[in-house]
T-cell receptor
Framework: DVKVTQSSRYLVKRTGEKVFLECVQD?????MFWYRQDPGLGLRLIYF???????EKGDIPEGYSVSREKKERFSLILESASTNQTSMYLC??????????FGPGTRLTVT | KQEVTQIPAALSVPEGENLVLNCSFT??????LQWFRQDPGKGLTSLLL???SQREQTSGRLNASLDKSSGRSTLYIAASQPGDSATYLC?????????????WGAGTKLIIKP
């Protein structure tokens, strides 16, 4: 079974803090994705990566950056957290044209 | 631009009923379509993936069909159980997209009443 883990299930941070969300997968998948999910807006793609050190912007990259130094790990960084970044963050992985597999999610609250 | 719609947004049915969830998309040039399940406050679980060349896929009590020409997919759940209560999302990958991005529907929240 594919296993995708995220560093925290729940996280509370203050406005202006730098926030790191980490995602680790154990299946050697090339592609990794970060989404945020908000009520009424569905899933929106923030960034994705199709190889180590490669990254591409998704639909809503503003206020975020990513890092992929190793194939199994894809980090999402909020440089200066703001209250409008309060959301559920979901990491996913994929190999080629096969299914996307999701982690359990991190519910981030920025106060 | 591809748009994916799921109607209804919410559905409540008694236990034991067979039911159908709908997913429609505006551009028939898709590479594949995937159905997911999401339990409250949790991540997504992949249920079924249908490639564009396929008409349907089955897994246990679930059957997903795909009609590219009409831009529709349905997820059929047989003999529903309270444990099937969740939000069901569909997502399509376009033929044009070499980066494997998915276009998502907003989901159907399903409640199975005991």
């Amino acid at each position: 079974d594919v296993k995708v883990t995220q560093s925290s299930r729940y996280l509370v941070k203050r406005t202006g803090e730098k926030v790191f969300l980490e995602c680790v997968q154990d299946m050697d998948h090339e592609n990794m994705f970060w989404y945020r999910q908000d009520p009424g807006l569905g899933l929106r793609l923030i960034y994705f990566s199709y190889d180590v050190k490669m990254k591409e912007k998704g639909d809503i990259p503003e206020g975020y950056s990513v890092s992929r130094e190793k194939k199994e790990r894809f980090s999402l960084i909020l440089e200066s957290a703001s209250t409008n970044q309060t959301s559920m963050y979901l990491c996913a992985t994929k190999q080629g044209s096969r299914e996307q597999y999701f982690g359990p999610g991190t519910r981030l609250t920025v106060t | 631009k591809q748009e994916v719609t799921q109607i209804p947004a919410a559905l409540s049915v008694p236990e034991g009923e067979n039911l159908v969830l709908n997913c429609s998309f505006t551009d028939s040039a898709i590479y594949n379509l995937q159905w997911f399940r999401q339990d409250p406050g949790k991540g997504l679980t992949s249920l079924l993936l249908i490639q564009s060349s396929q008409r349907e896929q089955t897994s246990g009590r679930l059957n997903a069909s795909l009609d590219k020409s009409s831009g529709r997919s349905t997820l059929y759940i047989a003999a529903s159980q309270p444990g099937d209560s969740a939000t069901y999302l569909c997502a399509v990958r376009g033929d044009w997209d070499s980066n494997y991005q998915l276009i998502w529907g907003a989901g159907t929240k399903l409640i199975i009443k005991p």
